[in-house]
């Protein structure tokens, strides 16, 4: 149950003036991130967008190309950007990320042009929340078979998180709360 009026009525993206709602796409996925920003405009302190489709088994490098990272690339621009000039950036965390990695060979026998599931090297985006931008932490062997250095691990990347100069831990949140979306408060 949604208690709080500001959070009911982010639901209403129709409301959002046009120019706002083309910047960030067309799209399932960037109407998403758009009531995503309308969200933390309205106080709600843990939201998550998804998104399919990034089975690219066959047909890897057309698929990216033509479908799936331009509106991808157009959503995450605008919300963070749109977080940024709001003033919420700096205490909303933004993690993007998916569940593994792709295989850095090629398959050319059974699924021509396609990348299979790999659990070894991946990558993930944060943005926003006290982490320090421009920064790029862990690294692959030259082929991206795995890590080159000690895999991180998802609390790992809480770690990384909570160890940025910037970050300013909530009262009454503690860090494995506030950073698994659970808030006692």
Known sequence: MITSKKAREAFDIGKEPAARSETYGESPFGQSCLLATRLVESGVRFVTVSTGGWDTHRDNFPKLKDKL???FDQAVAAMLGDLEQRGLLERTAVF????F???PKINNRTTPGGRDHYPRCMTMLMAGGGVKGGQVIGASDD???????EAISPVGRRRVVLSQPRHRPHQGVSHQDRTTGYDRS
């Open 69 to 71: 990272l331009p509106p």
């Open 143 to 149: 082929k991206a078979t795995g890590p080159a250095n």
């Open 96 to 99: 993007v990320t998916g569940e």
């Open 101 to 103: 990695g792709r295989t």
